[in-house]
C-alpha cells in the first residue's frame, strides 16, 4: 500500500480562477490518477499521470481545463482552470502500479467554487 | 460497453443486522472486482479484492463477497454490522483481457440504526 496526501484538503474559490492541486506519494508509483467525484455520485477518472511522458485524458476533459504535472515518481499536481461553479466536486488522486490493478487514494480535496 | 452496477443507492440496517450490497457487471470474461468503502469526508479504502482462486474472497473489517461468473455477481456482506461501517461503498471491476481502466459503480450509502 501506499500513503497519500493531498493539498488543499479544501477550498473556496471565485469564478473564472484556478486552483492547482497537489498529491504526494510516500513512495515511488508508476502512475497516478485524477478522479472527480460529484456530489453524491461515484468517481469519473480524468486523467492518468505516468512520469516523463503527457497525461492521458479521458473523453470529456481537456488539457487546457484540467492541465497535469508529473515531475517525478512521487508528485503530481491537478489544475482546475477557468473555475466555473460546475466545477464544484471533490478531486481525488489515486496510485496503482497497473491500470486495472488496485489503487490507493488520498483524501481528496472539496472544492467549491462560487 | 462494459459497465458496473449497484442496484441499491441505499441500504438502512439496524445495529448488528447483517447486510448484503449487491453488484453486478457487464461482462463475466476475465474480471478483476474490487469493493471499496469511502468514510465521511476521506477517501476511498479498498475493502477486498478478487483477482484469482477462491471465489469467496475475505476482507477487512469482517467483509467478504463472492465472485458467482454465471450471475456476473460481486455482492459484498457482513454478517453483523456496528455503527462504525456507516460509509458508502463502491464497487469496481476492471477487465484485464482488455487491460481496460477500473470503472466504478454509482455507490451504495449504508446507514447503520442503532
Known amino acids: 500500500s501506499a500513503v497519500i496526501s493531498q493539498k488543499p484538503s479544501r477550498d473556496i474559490c471565485q469564478r473564472g480562477t484556478s486552483l492547482t492541486i497537489q498529491c504526494q506519494v510516500d513512495s515511488q508509483v508508476t502512475m497516478m490518477f485524477w478522479y472527480r467525484q460529484q456530489p453524491g455520485q461515484s468517481l469519473t477518472l480524468i486523467a492518468t499521470?505516468?512520469?516523463?511522458?503527457?497525461?492521458?485524458?479521458e473523453s470529456g476533459f481537456v488539457i487546457d481545463k484540467f492541465p497535469i504535472s508529473r515531475p517525478n515518481l512521487t508528485f503530481s499536481t491537478l489544475t482546475v482552470s477557468n473555475m466555473s461553479p460546475e466545477d464544484s466536486s471533490i478531486y481525488l488522486c489515486?496510485?496503482?502500479?497497473?491500470?486495472?490493478?488496485?489503487?490507493?487514494f488520498g483524501p481528496g480535496t472539496r472544492l467549491t467554487v462560487t | 460497453a462494459q459497465s458496473v452496477t449497484q442496484l441499491d443507492s441505499q441500504v438502512p440496517v439496524f445495529e448488528e443486522a447483517p447486510v448484503e450490497l449487491r453488484c453486478n457487471y457487464s461482462s463475466s470474461v476475465s474480471v478483476y472486482l474490487f469493493w471499496y468503502v469511502q468514510y465521511p469526508n476521506q477517501g476511498l479504502q479498498l475493502l477486498l479484492k478478487y483477482l484469482s482462486g477462491s471465489t469467496l474472497v475475505k476482507g477487512i473489517n469482517g467483509f467478504e463477497a463472492e465472485f458467482n461468473k454465471s450471475q456476473t455477481s460481486f455482492h459484498l456482506r457482513k454478517p453483523s454490522v456496528h455503527i462504525s461501517d456507516t460509509a458508502e461503498y463502491f464497487c469496481a471491476v476492471s477487465w484485464y483481457s482488455s487491460a481496460s481502466k477500473i470503472i466504478f459503480g454509482s455507490g451504495t450509502r449504508l446507514s447503520i440504526r442503532p
Open positions: 499521470a505516468n512520469q516523463g511522458s503527457e497525461a492521458t485524458y
Open positions: 489515486s496510485v496503482g502500479q497497473r491500470e486495472w490493478d488496485e489503487q490507493y
